[in-house]
């Protein structure tokens, strides 16, 4: 199981200041969805004033799969291990399913087993499904990964189903606004450096911003830590304002 889910240790969120490539990031709602085994190193383009957070969970995609040679068979054993899966998940801590794809999933209760079930050719069907983790305080990325290939190896699976981890994990904030008022003041702290380092005669120098009605966004610094800021753009004009 670990050469599925693989030894990755930094996430993605991001390469650019105002537009994320739709691989590595997705910004579904109140949640940032952002691709853990993506890195980008080039941080030209981010802003300056920005603040590290903790990850809220780790997604791991997992395929409920079987190949019974029976459509119907196939459908019956698929059903009856999405039901295990989803039911143990519920008696879990910490532990949250979700039906479809990392950062394009929805809960549970949108969608029957009927309903998910794809054929994917040659006598196999399958179920997409989201692990989604909650990110324990002091815990290390490699111990979380290790309660979700526990989580998955010890679900009883009906029939040839076998639960297939997918090798990319995903690192989610959940309601990144959250740290909005923090970031407004870390941005107000620096304006208020600029215009007293470059004003004139005792009065502050001029300082615009534009750009900070966006979202915010984040960046990789760490196997749980995110660096998130708001895309914003500064211009100064050195001396007191007219």
Partial sequence: MRSLIGAVAFAFVGCAVMIAPAHAQVVRGNQIVAQANFVDRNQRDAPQVSLVVRADYVLFSVVLETGTRSADTRKQELSSSFRTFTNRAERAEGVTVEVGRPGYS????????????????QDRSGIDLVLKVAVRERETFDQLRDRAEKFVRDTSLNGRVEAIVGDSQFLEVANPAKHRAALIEAIAADLKQMQSTFGASGSPATVSLTGLENRVLSRPVGPLDLEIYIPYSMSLVAGPAD
């Fill in 106 to 121: 929805a809960a549970l209760e949108t969608a029957t087993a009927d309903e998910i079930i794809q054929n994917r050719g």
